[in-house]
């Protein structure tokens, strides 16, 4: 079978589109689960945040695909709530958390800001296999977690 000459760029051109769809953007895929491991808070704003040297302590989240539920910790407080994830939007509702003290004000202030950042987010990017950005509305990011996986 031979191609006539006007299909040879019309080919060449699908073959590029293909190629450049199949190794766009950082080569993560968008549908990547994050449901199974625990995240681990790095950044909250933009601002570094450091292991406190106690797992128990560190703000965590953990996206459970079987039931549609996220657990975590703020550093103090225990929450949970629920998620909807689709591509890459994530909607977390009903997050509840409880309401014990910190001993450590800092660290309450910290526990509240990454609270108000789960409410705030609406999207997610994966910037690597173990590292997970949650977006707000307007596409900024809100905090950055890791895991080991």
Excluded: H
């Excluded at 950044?43 to 406190?52: D, K, N, T, W, Y």
């Excluded at 965590?60 to 657990?71: A, E, L, P, S, W």
């Excluded at 789960?118 to 900024?140: E, F, H, V, W």
Aim: hydrophobic share 35%.
């Amino acid at each position: 079978m031979r191609s006539s000459p006007a299909a040879i760029p019309f080919l060449s051109a699908t073959l590029l589109a293909a190629a450049l769809l199949a190794g766009c953007g950082s080569g993560i895929n968008l549908d990547e689960p994050i449901e199974g491991p625990v995240w681990r808070l790095d950044q909250l704003g933009g601002e570094p945040v450091a292991p406190s040297g106690d797992p128990q302590r560190d703000p965590t989240v953990q996206f459970d695909r079987r039931n549609g539920r996220v657990n975590g910790s703020g550093g103090c407080n225990r929450l949970s709530g629920t998620f909807e994830r689709s591509g890459s939007t994530l909607k977390l509702s009903q997050l509840a958390s409880t309401r014990m003290a910190c001993a450590d004000p800092a660290l309450g202030t910290k526990e509240a800001q990454f609270f108000a950042a789960l409410q705030a987010t609406t999207s997610y990017r994966m910037q690597s296999p173990t590292r997970l950005a949650l977006l707000d509305a307007g596409g900024r990011t809100v905090a950055t977690l890791s895991t080991t996986r």
